[in-house]
Structure formats: C-alpha cells, structure tokens
C-alpha cells in the first residue's frame, strides 16, 4: 500500500543557522504538518564582527548540528523506524558551512537507512510559501530576497521555475547589512534597520535625503544594490557631525528601507503585469521586513484585486529547516520508483555546491 504520510527531516547550515525540522508531508492533500522547528542563530557570534566569518561559522555548526537534530526529534519514540526521508540544504551557500549539514545528513542517512535528498536553498524559500497554503493560483511571480539573493521567477505550474531577474551585485538583505554597518548599528543589518526606521518622526518630506533607487526604471527585471550602499557611504562622510542624531538616522534608515522597498515592489508589479500573474510570492530573510510585506500587500490589492499575495511566516522567512523538508517533499513526490530508490545509496555520492542554482 502506498503511504500517504511523508516523515521528514531537514537539516539547514547554509549560512549561519543550525536548523533542523521534523516535517510530516501529505502527498495526498499536498499538506504540511510541522513536527518540529529548531533553529540556533549565531548571530550573537558573528555579531561582534559585523559580518559572518566563515570559518566561524562552520566550527559553530559542528559543535551545534547534534544537540539541535537531538531536539528536533525528541517528539519521535523511534526516530531510525519512523523518520521516511532525509532532507539537507547542498546550496547555494557557504561549503564549509554546507559541508556540516551534508556529512551529518549522510551520516544519518547510512545508519538510519533512509533515503537522503540534497535540497536547493532557494528552493526552499520559495517552498516556504507553500507550508500554509497548499493551493495556489498559477503563473505566480516569485521574488525571493534574501542575504545572498535577490531573484524574481516565473511560475507557470507547480514545480515549475524560472529565473526572469536577479541582482547584478549586492543582495538587498546584503544592502541592510552594509548601510548597518556603515551606521555601525550592528549585524544584522535588515531588522535592525527597519526597527530605526519605525522610529522616525521626521516629516517624511521636509529635510528629505535622496538615496538613489537603482535600476528601477530599467527594462529588465535586474536589480543592483551597491549604488544605494554607495550613496550612503558619501552621505555619512559628508556628515560626520550628524551620526550622533538621533533623528539623522532613523531618517538614513528610513530613506534606505524605502528605497530597497520601492525597487523591489515596482518591479515584482511589473513582473506581474508583465506575466498576467494570479499569485505573487514572497520569500527570504527580507520578507521578513514588516514594510515590505505591508507595502506590498497594498499595491498587489490596488494593481488588481483578483491577484493572490502569499508571504510566510515569519520564522519561515528567515533560515530555517522547515522549508527544506517542504521543498523535499515536493520534490520526493515527483520522483520515478527508481529515482527514490537511487536516494538510498545518496548518503556516498551528495555533494555540496555553493553555486547552485534553481
Ligand atoms: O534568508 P536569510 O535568513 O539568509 C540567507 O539566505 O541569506 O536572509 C538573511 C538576510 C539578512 O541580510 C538580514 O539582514 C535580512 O535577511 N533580514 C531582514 C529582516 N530580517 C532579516 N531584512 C530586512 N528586514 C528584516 N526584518
Ligand atoms: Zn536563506
């Protein structure tokens, strides 16, 4: 008899996370039940540095990925009989962060005897938007904006994708980090951004300072963030006097968040138009930024009001390992007999790649 039920664990380091889920995947009604989701950041780590230092980082995910997998599958009685399939994160991503979580998840997959299945971490951003909403409306425009990726896709069916744009040179959660830390505000920078920028009071058009908003008008679905992060570098050395302003920067901040914002949303509509999508999704650690999801929610309902806008929760926007056992159980679904049966012996032949592309 087939099994309906899918028993997953994922396991995610690509960057800075340790996390692993416990997923249970209806093929049937193509619903998500999760189990578990354990994260532990290393954000207090790599604060003092402004920045993730991969060597740090990877030494922090050895001494993390047991206790965490542990906590994990504590819910399991029997976690080698009961656990169906493997899922870990193979990139794109730092290697000797992604080189943990693969070894481990090969590890496992030998001693346990589960079938082991190597997941895109773009992916499972994207997958993430399917977690609470198993059905959705196609074509649907993706933007996935992260700390390493900034790409827009088209949809036309489900499991379908398409790369329609990308950024030429920073990330926009990448452009959070850099102006934070131009601001030495901390790392990292995204949320600490937008908390500051929540703060101005500033009359939003007196004294206004103007940020370029790159490649916003351009006939293409590219971005580029360095001009922006370039901007308020020269802003900042022409006004030392003011970093002590409170008001200075929440307005610095302010200004960049709606910059980065109306890049982003002007050419997702664009996109949308452009495709006659019915559904736009949003995901990665960016997504997280309540502005974003607010703003955007508003425009998609102005543009038409027939079109669908899905953005997870939150802590499915930022690094976690629930979306890779979601993307896995896509995935897995879609595989011949024989193609489940090559996952059983992935555990000597997976290999991470820091390229990887959807
Ligand atoms: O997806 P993610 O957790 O890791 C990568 O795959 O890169 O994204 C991390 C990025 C960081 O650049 C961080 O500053 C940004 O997401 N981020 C945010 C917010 N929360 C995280 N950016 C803006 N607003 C936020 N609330
Ligand atoms: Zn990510």
């Not at 995910?61 to 080698?80: A, G, Q, R």
């Not at 059905?135 to 088209?154: F, M, N, Q, R």
């Not at 971005?223 to 929440?250: H, P, R």
Request: proline residues 4%.
């Amino acid at each position: 008899m087939k099994k309906n039920n899918l028993k997953i664990l994922g396991i995610e380091t690509s960057c800075d996370e340790t996390a692993t889920a416990l997923l249970v995947y209806n093929i049937k009604n193509k619903d998500f039940q999760v189990l578990s989701n354990i994260v532990s950041s290393q954000i207090p780590i790599h604060k003092k540095y402004g920045g993730i230092i991969p060597e740090i980082a990877a030494r922090a995910h050895i001494e993390n990925i047991l206790p965490v997998i542990k906590k994990s599958l504590k819910i399991l009685k029997n976690p080698k009989k009961e656990i169906d399939l493997i899922a870990v994160t193979q990139g794109p991503g730092l290697i000797t962060s992604l080189l943990v979580g693969i070894e481990t998840a090969k590890t496992l997959s030998f001693i346990f005897k589960k079938p082991l299945i190597g997941i895109n971490h773009l992916e499972g951003h994207l997958a993430a938007n399917l977690i609470n909403n198993p059905k959705i409306s196609y074509p649907a425009i993706s933007l996935i904006v992260s700390g390493g990726h900034t790409e827009l896709g088209l949809i036309k069916k489900a499991g379908g994708y398409k790369k329609i744009g990308q950024t030429r040179d920073d990330a926009a959660g990448e452009c959070f980090d850099k102006i934070a830390k131009l601001l030495n505000l901390g790392y990292p920078g995204g949320p600490i951004i937008s908390k500051i920028a929540n703060q101005f009071q500033g009359k939003k058009d007196q004294n206004k300072i103007n940020l370029p908003k790159p490649m916003i008008n351009s006939n293409n679905f590219d971005f580029s963030f360095s001009g922006l992060k370039t901007a308020v570098l020269y802003l900042i050395k022409n006004n030392k006097d003011k970093l002590k302003n409170k008001n200075f920067v929440q307005n610095v901040c302010f200004e960049s968040q709606q910059a980065i914002i109306d890049v982003l949303i002007k050419k997702t509509i664009k996109a949308s138009k452009k495709y006659q999508a019915k559904t736009i999704m949003l995901s990665g650690g960016v997504a997280a930024n309540q502005e974003l999801r607010s703003q955007l929610k508003i425009k998609i309902a102005k543009t038409d009001s027939a079109l669908k806008f899905l953005v997870p929760e939150i802590k499915y926007c930022t690094d976690n390992a629930v979306m890779i056992a979601a993307a896995a159980g896509l995935k897995y679904q879609k595989l011949t007999k024989k193609q489940k049966n090559q996952l059983k012996n992935n555990w000597q032949k997976l290999k991470p790649n820091p390229n990887l592309n959807i």
